[in-house]
Protein backbone atom coordinates (compact mmCIF):
# COMPACT_ATOMS: atom_id res chain seq x y z
CA UNK A 1 0.00 0.00 0.00
CA UNK A 2 0.83 3.23 -0.44
CA UNK A 3 -0.69 7.21 0.97
CA UNK A 4 -0.80 10.69 -0.23
CA UNK A 5 -1.69 13.92 1.42
CA UNK A 6 -2.33 16.81 0.01
CA UNK A 7 -3.90 20.35 0.97
CA UNK A 8 -2.67 23.89 3.10
CA UNK A 9 -3.85 24.24 6.58
CA UNK A 10 -6.25 27.09 5.40
CA UNK A 11 -6.93 26.36 2.32
CA UNK A 12 -10.20 24.45 1.12
CA UNK A 13 -9.43 21.13 1.80
CA UNK A 14 -6.93 18.28 2.83
CA UNK A 15 -6.75 15.15 0.50
CA UNK A 16 -5.82 11.88 0.70
CA UNK A 17 -5.09 8.72 -1.60
CA UNK A 18 -4.86 5.55 0.01
CA UNK A 19 -3.70 2.86 -2.81
CA UNK A 20 -3.05 -1.06 -2.55
CA UNK A 21 -6.63 -1.71 -0.43
CA UNK A 22 -8.06 -4.68 -1.22
CA UNK A 23 -11.54 -5.11 -2.69
CA UNK A 24 -14.82 -5.49 -1.02
CA UNK A 25 -13.44 -3.81 2.61
CA UNK A 26 -16.74 -2.59 3.78
CA UNK A 27 -16.08 0.92 5.75
CA UNK A 28 -17.86 2.29 9.14
CA UNK A 29 -17.79 5.93 8.30
CA UNK A 30 -18.68 7.05 11.61
CA UNK A 31 -15.54 5.20 13.10
CA UNK A 32 -13.68 7.28 10.75
CA UNK A 33 -15.35 10.54 11.76
CA UNK A 34 -15.09 9.12 15.56
CA UNK A 35 -11.20 8.74 15.12
CA UNK A 36 -10.92 12.75 13.58
CA UNK A 37 -12.83 14.00 16.66
CA UNK A 38 -10.71 12.43 19.09
CA UNK A 39 -7.77 13.77 17.37
CA UNK A 40 -9.67 17.53 17.78
CA UNK A 41 -9.78 16.42 21.60
CA UNK A 42 -7.48 16.72 24.03
CA UNK A 43 -6.56 19.00 26.37
CA UNK A 44 -4.08 22.17 25.39
CA UNK A 45 -5.26 22.72 22.18
CA UNK A 46 -6.07 25.74 20.72
CA UNK A 47 -9.41 28.18 19.34
CA UNK A 48 -9.17 26.36 15.68
CA UNK A 49 -10.23 23.17 17.36
CA UNK A 50 -13.49 24.74 17.89
CA UNK A 51 -14.03 25.69 14.26
CA UNK A 52 -13.22 22.26 12.46
CA UNK A 53 -15.61 19.76 13.25
CA UNK A 54 -13.65 17.22 10.75
CA UNK A 55 -15.95 14.87 8.43
CA UNK A 56 -14.50 12.32 6.33
CA UNK A 57 -15.28 12.57 2.29
CA UNK A 58 -14.91 9.79 0.40
CA UNK A 59 -14.40 10.78 -3.14
CA UNK A 60 -14.05 7.16 -5.09
CA UNK A 61 -12.56 3.69 -5.16
CA UNK A 62 -15.58 3.12 -2.52
CA UNK A 63 -19.06 1.98 -4.12
CA UNK A 64 -22.17 0.61 -2.14
CA UNK A 65 -20.54 0.90 1.08
CA UNK A 66 -17.18 -1.55 -0.01
CA UNK A 67 -13.57 -0.38 -1.32
CA UNK A 68 -13.41 -1.26 -4.86
CA UNK A 69 -9.75 -2.10 -5.20
CA UNK A 70 -9.17 1.50 -6.73
CA UNK A 71 -7.40 3.91 -4.84
CA UNK A 72 -9.59 5.58 -1.96
CA UNK A 73 -9.73 8.67 -2.23
CA UNK A 74 -11.09 11.23 0.95
CA UNK A 75 -11.15 14.59 1.38
CA UNK A 76 -11.63 16.85 5.07
CA UNK A 77 -13.14 20.41 4.22
CA UNK A 78 -11.08 22.74 6.15
CA UNK A 79 -14.10 25.35 7.22
CA UNK A 80 -11.86 27.57 8.45
CA UNK A 81 -11.28 28.41 4.80
CA UNK A 82 -14.27 30.69 5.02
CA UNK A 83 -12.43 32.85 6.88
CA UNK A 84 -9.34 32.83 5.00
CA UNK A 85 -11.14 32.44 1.52
CA UNK A 86 -11.31 36.47 0.46
CA UNK A 87 -7.60 37.25 2.06
CA UNK A 88 -5.82 34.70 -0.15
CA UNK A 89 -7.82 36.17 -3.36
CA UNK A 90 -7.17 40.13 -2.47
CA UNK A 91 -3.62 38.88 -1.70
CA UNK A 92 -4.11 41.03 1.54
CA UNK A 93 -2.18 38.64 4.13
CA UNK A 94 0.97 40.33 5.06
CA UNK A 95 4.07 38.39 4.79
CA UNK A 96 5.52 36.76 7.40
CA UNK A 97 9.17 37.25 7.60
CA UNK A 98 10.22 36.42 10.71
CA UNK A 99 10.95 32.38 11.52
CA UNK A 100 9.38 30.48 14.54
CA UNK A 101 12.95 28.67 15.81
CA UNK A 102 11.70 24.81 15.67
CA UNK A 103 9.24 24.85 12.71
CA UNK A 104 10.14 24.70 9.46
CA UNK A 105 9.82 28.47 8.90
CA UNK A 106 13.76 29.02 8.32
CA UNK A 107 14.77 25.54 6.59
CA UNK A 108 12.06 26.08 4.04
CA UNK A 109 12.22 29.59 3.48
CA UNK A 110 16.03 28.85 2.38
CA UNK A 111 15.34 25.59 0.84
CA UNK A 112 12.44 26.98 -1.60
CA UNK A 113 13.75 30.48 -2.23
CA UNK A 114 10.23 31.76 -0.96
CA UNK A 115 10.14 35.03 1.56
CA UNK A 116 6.92 34.29 3.18
CA UNK A 117 7.36 31.63 5.73
CA UNK A 118 3.41 31.34 5.27
CA UNK A 119 3.93 29.54 2.10
CA UNK A 120 6.02 27.29 4.12
CA UNK A 121 3.64 26.91 7.49
CA UNK A 122 0.67 26.45 5.80
CA UNK A 123 2.48 23.32 4.30
CA UNK A 124 4.50 22.20 7.39
CA UNK A 125 1.53 22.52 9.67
CA UNK A 126 -0.01 19.47 11.87
CA UNK A 127 -3.60 19.92 10.10
CA UNK A 128 -2.17 17.51 7.78
CA UNK A 129 -2.35 14.73 10.03
CA UNK A 130 -6.38 14.98 10.08
CA UNK A 131 -5.53 13.11 6.71
CA UNK A 132 -3.65 10.86 8.27
CA UNK A 133 -5.97 9.63 11.00
CA UNK A 134 -8.31 9.00 8.66
CA UNK A 135 -6.17 7.02 6.64
CA UNK A 136 -5.41 5.22 9.91
CA UNK A 137 -9.25 4.79 10.91
CA UNK A 138 -9.51 2.97 7.71
CA UNK A 139 -6.20 0.58 8.38
CA UNK A 140 -7.84 0.32 11.75
CA UNK A 141 -10.56 -1.16 9.73
CA UNK A 142 -9.05 -3.74 8.05
CA UNK A 143 -6.50 -4.75 10.84
CA UNK A 144 -9.56 -5.32 13.23
CA UNK A 145 -11.09 -8.11 10.96
CA UNK A 146 -7.89 -9.58 11.69
CA UNK A 147 -8.24 -9.01 15.74
CA UNK A 148 -5.71 -6.34 15.80
CA UNK A 149 -6.63 -3.40 18.14
CA UNK A 150 -4.40 -0.73 18.46
CA UNK A 151 -4.42 1.21 21.85
CA UNK A 152 -2.56 4.81 22.47
CA UNK A 153 -2.46 7.18 25.27
CA UNK A 154 -0.45 9.73 26.84
CA UNK A 155 2.97 8.72 29.04
CA UNK A 156 4.53 12.25 29.87
CA UNK A 157 3.76 15.46 30.23
CA UNK A 158 6.50 18.04 30.80
CA UNK A 159 8.49 16.67 33.68
CA UNK A 160 4.91 14.82 34.93
CA UNK A 161 4.95 10.62 34.09
CA UNK A 162 2.23 8.53 34.43
CA UNK A 163 3.01 5.36 36.73
CA UNK A 164 1.21 2.72 34.79
CA UNK A 165 3.48 1.76 31.87
CA UNK A 166 2.88 -1.75 31.02
CA UNK A 167 -0.16 -4.57 31.95
CA UNK A 168 -3.21 -4.30 30.94
CA UNK A 169 -3.32 -1.92 27.75
CA UNK A 170 -7.04 -2.29 26.90
CA UNK A 171 -7.69 -0.82 30.63
CA UNK A 172 -5.20 2.04 30.47
CA UNK A 173 -6.73 2.90 27.06
CA UNK A 174 -10.03 2.50 28.40
CA UNK A 175 -9.21 4.60 31.62
CA UNK A 176 -7.33 7.13 29.44
CA UNK A 177 -10.40 7.72 27.03
CA UNK A 178 -12.52 8.93 29.95
CA UNK A 179 -10.26 12.29 30.56
CA UNK A 180 -9.02 15.19 28.32
CA UNK A 181 -5.30 14.49 28.80
CA UNK A 182 -5.67 10.74 27.68
CA UNK A 183 -3.45 9.53 30.21
CA UNK A 184 -4.49 6.01 32.69
CA UNK A 185 -3.04 7.72 35.88
CA UNK A 186 -5.81 10.18 37.24
CA UNK A 187 -3.26 11.66 39.56
CA UNK A 188 -0.92 12.09 37.11
CA UNK A 189 -3.83 13.25 34.78
CA UNK A 190 -4.24 16.23 36.86
CA UNK A 191 -0.87 17.13 37.20
CA UNK A 192 -0.50 17.03 33.60
CA UNK A 193 -3.26 19.29 33.21
CA UNK A 194 -1.82 21.64 36.12
CA UNK A 195 1.50 21.72 34.04
CA UNK A 196 0.37 22.52 31.09
CA UNK A 197 -2.08 25.39 32.04
CA UNK A 198 1.29 26.77 34.17
CA UNK A 199 2.52 26.42 30.30
CA UNK A 200 0.21 28.78 29.05
CA UNK A 201 0.52 31.08 31.85
CA UNK A 202 4.04 31.50 31.21
CA UNK A 203 3.38 32.29 27.40
CA UNK A 204 5.35 29.05 26.92
CA UNK A 205 4.74 25.50 25.45
CA UNK A 206 5.27 21.81 27.03
CA UNK A 207 6.18 17.95 25.35
CA UNK A 208 5.65 14.63 25.95
CA UNK A 209 5.75 11.40 25.15
CA UNK A 210 2.69 8.63 24.20
CA UNK A 211 2.38 4.78 24.21
CA UNK A 212 0.97 3.30 21.58
CA UNK A 213 0.43 -1.07 21.51
CA UNK A 214 -0.83 -3.25 19.24
CA UNK A 215 -2.32 -6.88 20.12
CA UNK A 216 -3.41 -9.69 19.11
CA UNK A 217 0.01 -9.01 16.02
CA UNK A 218 0.18 -12.40 14.03
CA UNK A 219 4.50 -13.04 14.34
CA UNK A 220 5.74 -12.56 11.15
CA UNK A 221 4.78 -9.15 10.15
CA UNK A 222 8.41 -7.82 8.35
CA UNK A 223 11.73 -9.28 7.83
CA UNK A 224 14.85 -9.99 8.83
CA UNK A 225 16.36 -10.24 5.22
CA UNK A 226 16.71 -6.35 4.12
CA UNK A 227 17.37 -3.14 5.96
CA UNK A 228 14.24 -1.63 4.38
CA UNK A 229 11.69 -4.54 5.48
CA UNK A 230 12.68 -4.87 9.36
CA UNK A 231 9.29 -3.27 10.98
CA UNK A 232 10.89 -1.45 14.05
CA UNK A 233 12.65 0.52 10.71
CA UNK A 234 9.62 1.00 9.39
CA UNK A 235 7.34 2.22 12.64
CA UNK A 236 10.23 4.28 13.41
CA UNK A 237 10.71 6.18 10.51
CA UNK A 238 6.55 6.41 10.46
CA UNK A 239 6.45 7.89 13.65
CA UNK A 240 9.50 10.41 13.10
CA UNK A 241 7.01 11.58 10.15
CA UNK A 242 4.89 13.46 12.33
CA UNK A 243 5.42 16.78 13.20
CA UNK A 244 7.02 17.13 16.43
CA UNK A 245 7.86 13.75 17.23
CA UNK A 246 11.83 13.75 17.97
CA UNK A 247 12.69 10.04 19.66
CA UNK A 248 11.00 6.69 19.20
CA UNK A 249 10.97 3.44 21.46
CA UNK A 250 9.97 0.12 20.92
CA UNK A 251 9.38 -1.68 23.81
CA UNK A 252 12.13 -1.01 27.05
CA UNK A 253 14.67 0.41 25.13
CA UNK A 254 15.98 3.30 26.60
CA UNK A 255 15.63 1.47 29.79
CA UNK A 256 17.70 -1.40 28.59
CA UNK A 257 20.60 0.28 28.12
CA UNK A 258 21.31 0.55 31.58
CA UNK A 259 20.45 -3.18 32.63
CA UNK A 260 22.83 -6.55 31.76
CA UNK A 261 21.26 -8.75 28.72
CA UNK A 262 20.30 -11.50 31.02
CA UNK A 263 17.47 -9.22 32.43
CA UNK A 264 16.61 -7.31 28.79
CA UNK A 265 16.55 -10.39 26.64
CA UNK A 266 12.51 -12.01 26.60
CA UNK A 267 13.66 -15.97 27.72
CA UNK A 268 11.69 -18.27 25.74
CA UNK A 269 9.36 -21.05 27.23
CA UNK A 270 7.10 -23.63 26.71
CA UNK A 271 3.55 -23.32 27.79
CA UNK A 272 1.02 -25.69 27.21
CA UNK A 273 3.83 -27.37 24.51
CA UNK A 274 3.54 -24.09 22.91
CA UNK A 275 6.66 -21.25 22.82
CA UNK A 276 5.83 -18.09 25.05
CA UNK A 277 7.81 -15.31 26.61
CA UNK A 278 8.49 -14.27 30.05
CA UNK A 279 8.14 -10.96 29.37
CA UNK A 280 8.06 -8.59 26.43
CA UNK A 281 11.00 -5.47 26.88
CA UNK A 282 11.61 -5.86 23.08
CA UNK A 283 8.41 -4.76 22.67
CA UNK A 284 7.19 -7.07 20.22
CA UNK A 285 9.50 -7.04 17.50
CA UNK A 286 12.87 -9.15 17.34
CA UNK A 287 14.98 -9.47 14.32
CA UNK A 288 12.58 -6.75 12.48
CA UNK A 289 9.88 -9.61 12.70
CA UNK A 290 6.68 -9.56 14.74
CA UNK A 291 7.03 -12.73 17.29
CA UNK A 292 3.33 -12.30 18.59
CA UNK A 293 3.83 -10.48 21.29
CA UNK A 294 2.12 -6.93 22.16
CA UNK A 295 3.68 -4.25 20.02
CA UNK A 296 4.83 -1.59 22.24
CA UNK A 297 6.23 2.02 20.95
CA UNK A 298 6.94 5.00 22.87
CA UNK A 299 7.08 8.16 20.93
CA UNK A 300 8.73 11.48 22.30
CA UNK A 301 6.76 14.85 21.58
CA UNK A 302 8.79 18.40 21.62
CA UNK A 303 7.15 21.30 22.70
CA UNK A 304 5.07 23.16 20.42
CA UNK A 305 7.28 25.84 18.91
CA UNK A 306 5.03 28.69 18.25
CA UNK A 307 5.39 30.34 21.30
CA UNK A 308 3.50 33.29 22.70
CA UNK A 309 6.27 35.38 24.42
CA UNK A 310 8.68 34.95 21.02
CA UNK A 311 11.60 32.93 20.67
CA UNK A 312 14.82 35.24 19.23
CA UNK A 313 15.06 35.74 16.06
CA UNK A 314 15.79 37.71 12.23
CA UNK A 315 13.40 39.81 10.81
CA UNK A 316 14.59 38.64 6.89
CA UNK A 317 13.08 41.32 5.62
CA UNK A 318 15.45 44.16 7.42
CA UNK A 319 17.80 41.63 8.65
CA UNK A 320 17.13 42.72 12.68
CA UNK A 321 16.92 41.24 15.42
CA UNK A 322 12.95 40.66 16.35
CA UNK A 323 10.83 38.27 18.25
CA UNK A 324 9.70 35.30 16.31
CA UNK A 325 6.03 35.40 14.84
CA UNK A 326 2.98 34.16 17.07
CA UNK A 327 0.20 32.29 14.87
CA UNK A 328 -2.97 30.92 16.57
CA UNK A 329 -1.10 27.83 18.69
CA UNK A 330 -1.86 24.60 20.97
CA UNK A 331 -0.11 24.76 24.13
CA UNK A 332 0.45 21.21 24.12
CA UNK A 333 -0.98 18.58 21.27
CA UNK A 334 0.47 15.09 23.26
CA UNK A 335 -3.01 14.01 24.04
CA UNK A 336 -4.24 14.75 20.03
CA UNK A 337 -1.27 12.98 18.84
CA UNK A 338 -2.48 10.18 20.09
CA UNK A 339 -4.54 9.66 17.82
CA UNK A 340 -1.72 10.32 15.08
CA UNK A 341 0.48 8.31 16.97
CA UNK A 342 -2.18 5.07 16.40
CA UNK A 343 -3.14 5.90 12.87
CA UNK A 344 0.49 5.90 11.63
CA UNK A 345 1.09 2.01 13.69
CA UNK A 346 -1.95 1.28 12.25
CA UNK A 347 -1.34 2.24 8.75
CA UNK A 348 2.68 0.13 9.13
CA UNK A 349 0.58 -2.69 10.57
CA UNK A 350 -1.55 -2.23 7.40
CA UNK A 351 0.91 -2.43 4.85
CA UNK A 352 2.97 -5.36 6.73
CA UNK A 353 -0.30 -7.46 6.61
CA UNK A 354 -1.16 -7.15 3.10
CA UNK A 355 2.47 -8.03 2.17
CA UNK A 356 2.45 -11.29 4.36
CA UNK A 357 -1.22 -11.81 3.56
CA UNK A 358 -2.26 -9.67 0.60
CA UNK A 359 -4.90 -10.50 -2.35
CA UNK A 360 -7.10 -8.52 -4.55
CA UNK A 361 -10.06 -9.08 -2.17
CA UNK A 362 -10.89 -8.77 1.73
CA UNK A 363 -11.88 -12.66 0.94
CA UNK A 364 -8.35 -13.36 -0.40
CA UNK A 365 -6.33 -11.29 2.66
CA UNK A 366 -8.23 -13.11 5.28
CA UNK A 367 -8.35 -16.40 3.49
C1 LIG B 1 -1.40 17.15 16.66
C2 LIG B 1 -0.30 18.17 16.49
C3 LIG B 1 -0.60 19.51 16.70
C4 LIG B 1 0.41 20.48 16.57
N1 LIG B 1 0.08 21.79 16.79
C5 LIG B 1 1.04 22.74 16.66
C6 LIG B 1 0.75 24.12 16.90
O1 LIG B 1 -0.40 24.48 17.22
N2 LIG B 1 1.74 25.01 16.75
C7 LIG B 1 3.02 24.66 16.39
O2 LIG B 1 3.89 25.51 16.27
N3 LIG B 1 3.33 23.37 16.17
C8 LIG B 1 2.38 22.40 16.28
N4 LIG B 1 2.71 21.10 16.06
C9 LIG B 1 4.09 20.75 15.70
C10 LIG B 1 4.58 21.34 14.39
O3 LIG B 1 3.72 20.99 13.31
C11 LIG B 1 6.02 20.91 14.10
O4 LIG B 1 6.83 21.16 15.20
C12 LIG B 1 6.58 21.67 12.90
O5 LIG B 1 5.89 21.29 11.73
C13 LIG B 1 8.09 21.44 12.66
O6 LIG B 1 8.38 20.11 12.44
P1 LIG B 1 9.31 19.25 13.42
O7 LIG B 1 8.98 19.65 14.82
O8 LIG B 1 8.92 17.81 13.13
O9 LIG B 1 10.74 19.53 13.07
C14 LIG B 1 1.73 20.10 16.20
C15 LIG B 1 2.01 18.75 16.00
C16 LIG B 1 1.02 17.79 16.14
C17 LIG B 1 1.35 16.33 15.91
Redesign the pocket.
Given at each position: MRFLTGGESHGPELTGILEGLPAGLALDIDKVNHELARRQAGYGR?TRMQIEQDQIIIRGGFIYGKTTGAPLVLAIRNKDYENWEEKWKDGSLDKLTIPRP???DLAGMQKYQIDDARIILER???RE?AMRVAIGAVCKQLLNLMNVQIFGFVHQIGPVVSKINDGNYLEQYQVSEQNALRCADLDAADQMQAAIDKAKENGDTIGGAITVVAENIPVGLGSHVHWDRKLDGRIGGAMLS????KGVEIGEAFGNVSLPGTQVQDGIQLVDGKVARLQNRAGGIEGGISNGQPIVVKIYM?P???ITLGMPSVDLSTMKADAAIYQR??TC?VP??VV?CEAMLAWVLADAVLEKFGGDSIQEVLR
Open positions: NGHAASATIPAMKISTSDASAV
